[in-house]
């Protein structure tokens, strides 16, 4: 039998989870998740545990923010399979599991002090859902404060998010080392996401647009951005049932695309009640 992850529900308890790994001088790795893992989660927690030594400590917290839910979305429905990503983790090496209650991280509610995501956290996602990175870097931070990770890996997949904590790391001076693992795509392309559970047999074919648009985008990249883009929003346009929240080409940290070089292109739609996003990195033009 796999021998299984510690559970720390508390900071105490995390505390002493991890002070023999400090005291010996070991390093400490971690994955926040809002549980519901899957496949893409896994590979997070493959690629910490790749960068670590056998004396350091594989964390993964499980806590689903209610800081970066707006009101309407869908915090109380969001997928909680504790037993199964217990499972989960044991299978990827994790030494501890921190699953914290709403009160052990807002103890007296909301806090006072959050971290202001700036410019970059009103475009994209930020221009549809304006208090979500406000609530997920507030978040992120707290873990960081609790866990004190050296290095801490988060998925492509959220890109923008990505993107954005690398920002908070620099601005704020965390000194974390922060990794961004690839997308986990089913076989035929659609990203795993804990959200794809929501979707009906009909929405799931829907779905595979997203990836598809991208895809036509990344094929398209040699004959420039305007291309790239059009290929993808043909794409959608010839979708039903979906309904584009955007399509957006970038530089590689969320500026103008270049005309030339590395960029990424971002989409974002609703199918039925379920909101999906998605990205995939492209090189435009031919240099
Ligand atoms: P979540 O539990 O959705 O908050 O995600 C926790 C972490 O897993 C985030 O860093 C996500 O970007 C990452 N993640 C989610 N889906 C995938 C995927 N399909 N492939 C790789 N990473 C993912």
Known sequence: ???????????????????????????????????????????????????????????????????????????????????????????Q???????????????????????????????????????????????????????QPDLAVFGQKDYQQLVLIRRMVADLCMGVEVVGGPTVREDDGLALSSRNEYLSADDRVAALTLSGALRAAVDAATEGGDRALAAARDVLDHAPGVDVDYLALTSPDLGPAPADGEARVLVAARIGSTRLIDNMPLHLGGS
Request: charged letters at 20%; a negative charge; glycine letters at 12%.
């Open 93 to 147: 090496a994790v030494d501890v599991v921190l699953a914290p209650s709403v009160d052990e991280v807002y103890p007296g509610g909301e806090p006072e002090v959050t971290v202001e995501p700036g410019p970059l956290g009103t475009v994209l996602e930020g221009a549809v859902r304006p208090t979500h990175f406000r609530g997920v870097l507030t978040v992120v931070a707290k873990l960081f404060g609790l866990v």
């Open 1 to 91: 039998m796999i021998k299984g992850p510690l559970v720390a529900t508390t900071r105490d308890e995390l505390a002493a989870a991890l002070k023999g790994v400090r005291a010996a001088g070991g390093r400490v790795g971690f994955v926040p998740t809002m549980g519901a893992l899957h496949a893409g989660h896994a590979s997070l927690m493959a690629e910490a545990r790749s960068r670590l030594a056998p004396g350091d400590a594989l964390v993964v917290s499980i806590f689903v923010n209610p800081l970066q839910f707006g009101a309407g979305e869908d915090l109380d429905r969001y997928p909680r399979t504790f037993d199964a990503d217990l499972e989960l983790c044991a299978g």
